[in-house]
């Protein structure tokens, strides 16, 4: 036997490009926001994270030059040593302020945020209750805690399904430490926790609330807070994490909370200790992604107001949009094949989704993941709107 033997016989990808229906890895060869360049053609992008459209601002462009021309390209340390920054220590000043927290911490990546945080955190004598559907980074989070820690206590629970949650923490030792991990807004079907519920809860239960709010800051709330600000609770939220690579136009991620919760996270976390700090040019085009968010709330509006318009055309068409409240809007299909046949022939008409499938989502309920930027015009959105129909008619969709 050879260890390599594994990649010999995985030909599913292969087969997939023989036939045509390979959706993943396509360059993009220019980029301008809600419209990019792929196969040498101009095609309509409903496939970004990039929600309020700030990588293409030139304000934002212009800070992570300026940060580039003072700093260079890159700390060449971890935050431990010598690679922290005063941009760093401003950044996090003002994204505590920003979510209503003590203090925050910054990490090179969004995913590397939840790692470090939960990793950190988590014990052996810990109870963690976790939504089934929440983001892979948060479940990598807990499993190398289970491995730090040689165990841990772990619990899962429906998808945002209340009475499921109840029944979980009735059966938790009431004196066991524990907390509730949930997405915000749950990255594949635009839906929203249902945070006063779970709030309601954790308090009953006594037990400690951890809010990925990824999707939800920059998208959720009047002035782009995200789900804490939406259902206007605060102080129940103990940790809040957010990453910079959807409306912050940027690469790295933070945690938010109480001063003394963030010391322990900042002097313990693996992955911020061994790893290198977030490059200038990402942390200042951070710094002016959250002044224009704070400054321009308008913007945030507008994307809430594409959102709503497109779950409205959408069902209005026949699609099935699942239980979105955001800008990221699901068509379920419920079939792999059909799913990606559907993104292929969209993709023919110029417009660039996603298909999702297990495991991303449950079993037969696979589907392709729009979502939507505050800079796509209405004449993008009717594009979008007439291929779906289109398409969708000709496979059998609607």
């Known amino acids: 036997m050879d260890i390599f033997d594994k990649c010999m016989k995985f030909t599913r990808a292969k087969e997939a490009i023989e036939q045509g229906i390979y959706p993943y890895f396509k360059p993009i060869r220019d980029n301008h926001g809600p419209r990019v360049v792929m196969d040498g053609r101009e095609i309509i992008m409903i496939g970004s994270n990039n929600y309020l459209g700030l990588t293409q601002d030139p ?32 950044l996090e000043h003002e994204l505590a302020d920003f979510v209503h927290k003590e203090a925050a911490l910054c990490f090179s990546t969004g995913y590397q945020t939840n790692l470090g945080a939960i990793s950190t955190l988590v014990t052996k004598d810990d109870v963690i209750i976790t939504d089934k559907t929440n983001h892979a980074s948060i479940f990598d989070g807990l499993f190398m805690a ?28 009431p004196d066991a430490p524990k907390m509730i991990i949930t997405d915000g807004v749950f990255s594949m079907e635009g839906d929203l926790v249902k945070l006063p519920q779970v709030v309601e809860l954790a308090r009953e239960y006594r037990a ?26 605060w102080d129940e939220v103990d940790l809040i994490m957010c990453t910079f690579s959807k409306s912050f136009a940027s690469l790295g991620g933070f945690i938010a909370g109480k001063a003394e919760v963030i010391h322990y996270i900042k002097h313990f976390a693996r992955p911020l200790i061994f790893s290198a700090s977030m490059p200038p040019a990402n942390i200042a085009a951070v710094k002016k992604s959250l002044e224009i968010i704070k400054n321009e709330p308008e913007i945030v509006r507008k994307l809430q107001r594409t959102g709503e318009k ?32 559907f993104w292929r022939m969209l993709f023919e008409e110029g417009v660039y989704t996603n298909p999702v499938i297990s495991p991303a989502v449950p079993p037969d309920r696979s589907l392709l993941r729009t979502s939507f930027m505050a800079t796509h015009t209405d004449n993008d959105l009717d594009i979008v709107l007439d291929k779906f129909k289109k398409v969708g008619k000709q496979i059998g969709i609607i």
């Open 59 to 90: 304000r934002v462009q212009e800070a992570a030059i300026k940060a580039i021309e003072k700093y260079g390209t890159s700390c060449s340390g971890s935050r431990f040593l010598n690679g922290t920054l005063e941009l760093h220590e401003e």
């Open 146 to 173: 289970a491995g730090i820690q040689k165990s841990m206590n772990l619990k899962r629970f429906r998808h945002n399904d209340m009475e499921d949650l109840k029944r979980v923490l009735s059966q938790v030792d």
């Open 208 to 233: 400690r609330l951890y809010v990925d709010d990824a999707h939800g800051l920059g998208v959720m709330g009047a002035t782009g807070r995200g789900t804490q600000e939406h259902f206007d609770i």
């Open 310 to 341: 497109m779950r409205h055309e959408f069902k209005a068409l026949g699609f099935n949009t699942g239980e979105s409240e955001t800008p990221i809007v699901p068509i379920v299909i419920g079939n792999d094949m059909k799913t990606f046949q």
